[in-house]
């Protein structure tokens, strides 16, 4: 039986859900508003309310053409004639189920994690409910929150099961969440089909309007996707690199706005960076403000390096308007492994929201990557214990899984796409010895990914080449890190006065960019 996932009703007849109403309507509300499935699940009620139930929902269903699934009663689900049913791991095995249903009937299952979904797979189930995607209240017996890496993990481990398996998420997924999960859980073979949705239709006022818009999220990709060029089919290093250039001249004339929502202690310096370069800076940790800012299609700079207990949450106001603008959003974990805190922090921003680049040092890219064994003293990221080709790799499967770019930091720089891994080597060790200079580099990135959104990994490429090359000629004039801060400042000013003139000699044979092949 063919059906479509797309747009996937679980039922809730919690009181707090429904609010005093009836079941049947909001469901057949949500029909009309486009929903493709529905699940009748109730884990409270006899059998003979359940069936009674489930009769008029089927009524309701067959009138607008979706199948009915019942929840683990299979007895409930052969009572009523339901197009099938959805299974839990604790329930029914798939292969009893079918020896009970009509031939043709749609059999789905639950599966939190590789092993249940490729079980689950070659039992014949037609369809997986993958999840929890986040924590939600409407379902507590939780194995796991997996997440987008946990989804995208499974969908690659079933992709080449030879078996055509649906696939949806399910877990906390809402309006403003729904195209990022979609779109970041996508593996290169597979993808999901659909997203169960719960309380965001059952609890809506308007459960009609709510289905219709989650119809049209799942049709339309991200906004911060829609202005990406399509890949190149050749990835030629000294291609890209000769259009740096054009990039910083582009940037400059551009002057785009970059919001910080960054560390009060390197505040200053940052602002004067981003001046410096060309850029206009503002520095706001009220998040309610970014609702205004993201209108000037600047972008987004998070850095936690001075968090406090109100910070998650103004950095969450933030990061929700600018995805949904489509402008891009940097992420600067600073001291990701330093604290329980920190952690639960990176864990709670990475599951909140869509972040265009990733930048951070060793340390805080392998936190944030999920690797329990890094230890951080402070914001530094402690002697590195990867050698080149882990730390290309540790930037490629970083940016693969969350479908954006990442930069690790440090005396090489290793900037990844997903695909590429290139090293660069410019800077100097100067850089390393005055507060901030790490922290301008997210702020400098988010200039040019405002400015060149349609090629994300040459944007940071080159905001990474101006900003180190400003540095090693500053460190030539100056005789230390105190004279060092105004020579850097004014050698950015160099810069950006010569790439508004179309000047490009600050650049000519100065970039140490190679690419790694792993």
């Known amino acids: 039986m063919k059906f479509d996932l797309s747009v996937y009703l679980v039922t809730d007849s919690t009181p707090p859900i429904l609010k005093g109403r009836d079941l049947c309507t909001v469901v057949e509300e949500a029909l009309k508003g486009g929903v493709t499935i529905v699940q009748y699940r109730d884990k409270k009620s006899d059998t003979g ?8 929902l089927h009524r309701i269903t067959r009138a607008y053409g979706v199948p009915l699934l019942i929840n683990d009663r299979v007895d409930v689900a052969l009572a009523v004639g339901a197009e099938g049913v959805h299974l839990g791991q604790d329930d029914m095995t798939i292969t009893e189920a079918k020896k009970l249903l009509p031939k043709g009937s749609i059999i789905g299952i639950s599966a939190s994690c590789i092993e249940e979904a490729q079980t689950a797979v070659a039992a014949g189930a037609d369809y997986l409910g993958i999840g929890t995607m986040f924590a939600t209240s409407t379902k507590t017996n939780t194995k796991s929150i997996i997440g987008t ?12 099961s030879g078996r055509e398996v649906g696939t949806v998420c399910i877990g906390g997924i809402n309006h403003s969440n729904i195209q990022r999960v979609l779109y970041q859980s996508s593996s290169p073979k597979k993808g999901l089909d659909g997203a169960a949705i719960v309380s965001a239709i059952m609890a809506a006022d308007d459960p009609k309007a709510a289905a219709a818009q989650f119809v049209k999220l799942v049709a339309t990709p991200p906004a911060f996707v829609q202005k990406l060029e399509a890949p190149q089919e050749v990835c030629d290093t000294a291609a890209l690199v000769g259009q740096v250039p054009h990039v910083v001249q582009k940037m400059v004339e551009v002057h785009p706005l970059v919001h910080n929502m960054i560390n009060f202690v390197v505040a200053n310096f940052v602002a004067n960076v981003t001046l410096a370069m060309g850029a206009s800076p503002i520095m706001s940790p009220y998040g309610d403000e970014a609702t205004d800012l993201c209108q000037f299609d600047g972008a987004l700079v998070i850095n936690m390096g001075t ?24 992420y600067d974990p600073v001291g990701a492994a330093a604290t329980e805190i920190r952690r639960r922090t990176v864990k709670q921003l990475m599951a ?12 805080e890219i392998r936190q944030v990557a999920g690797n329990v064994s890094v230890t951080q003293r402070g914001v530094d990221s402690g002697p590195s214990t990867l050698d080149i080709e882990s730390k290309a790799r540790l930037a ?20 990844s796409d997903g695909e590429r891994v290139i090293a660069i080597e410019n800077g100097h060790e100067l850089l390393g010895q005055v507060t901030g200079t790490g922290c301008a580099v997210g702020t ?20 990474l080449l101006m900003y180190e090359i400003a540095a090693e000629n500053a460190a030539a004039k100056a005789n230390g890190p105190g004279s060092f801060i105004p020579a850097f400042l004014d050698e950015l000013h160099a810069i950006r006065q010569a790439a508004l003139k179309g000047d490009a000699s600050w650049f000519d044979g100065r970039a140490k960019v190679r690419e790694i092949c792993l």
């Open 307 to 330: 968090l406090t207990s109100q910070s998650a949450p103004e950095y969450l106001k933030a990061i929700k308007a600018y995805n949904e603008r489509g402008n891009p959003v940097v």
């Open 49 to 56: 309310v359940q069936i009674e139930t489930a009769k008029k």
């Open 352 to 363: 909140g929201g869509y972040f265009d680049l990733i930048k951070g040092n060793e340390g």
């Open 396 to 415: 490629r499967d970083l940016a693969r899984r969350e479908r954006n770019i990442v930069l690790l930091t440090g005396a090489v720089d290793y900037l």
């Open 149 to 160: 890496a946990g989804a995208q993990a499974i969908l690659a481990a079933i992709a080449d």
């Open 444 to 463: 400098v990135a988010g200039c040019f990914l405002a400015t060149h959104p349609t090629d994300k990994f040459l944007a940071v490429l080159s905001a």
